[in-house]
């Protein structure tokens, strides 16, 4: 059985996999990413995590946290970003996902995106 936070991992196991095909979006869904709208509907999402060249250098989700509430999947983790095998970046991401358990499809997505502390 499919839960919420199964369909929120299928969204951050395309981040790496690159496969927006495997993400259940509805057709209006939306994203903003700290405060600005960079997702415009579900086919715009699932054309980005596939083709997007702001998500090729995603390599690796770390720490990841997961909790629901209602029709929100609230997850935490790091988000490390490479090139030729090397990493560039590490930063902290806040992710929730408007999932209702009625259809489990995402219809929004709120990120905050923060860089790494050391």
């Known amino acids: 059985m499919t839960t919420q936070i199964d369909v929120a991992r299928a969204y951050l196991d395309a981040l790496i996999s690159h496969d927006g095909d495997s993400v259940a979006f509805a057709p209006d869904a939306v994203r903003y990413e700290n405060g600005l709208k960079t997702g415009r509907s579900g086919k715009h999402l699932r054309n980005s995590l596939t083709r997007g060249p702001q998500y090729r250098i995603i390599s690796a989700i770390r720490k990841l946290t997961t909790s629901v509430d209602g029709d929100v999947v609230h997850t935490e983790y790091l988000l490390d970003a490479a ?7 590490t930063v902290r991401v806040v992710e929730d996902f408007a ?4 259809d489990l499809l995402i219809h929004r997505i709120d990120a905050k995106i ?5």
């Open 99 to 102: 999932i209702p358990p009625a």
């Open 114 to 118: 923060s860089f790494r502390r050391r």
């Open 83 to 89: 090139a030729f095998g090397r990493r560039l970046a």
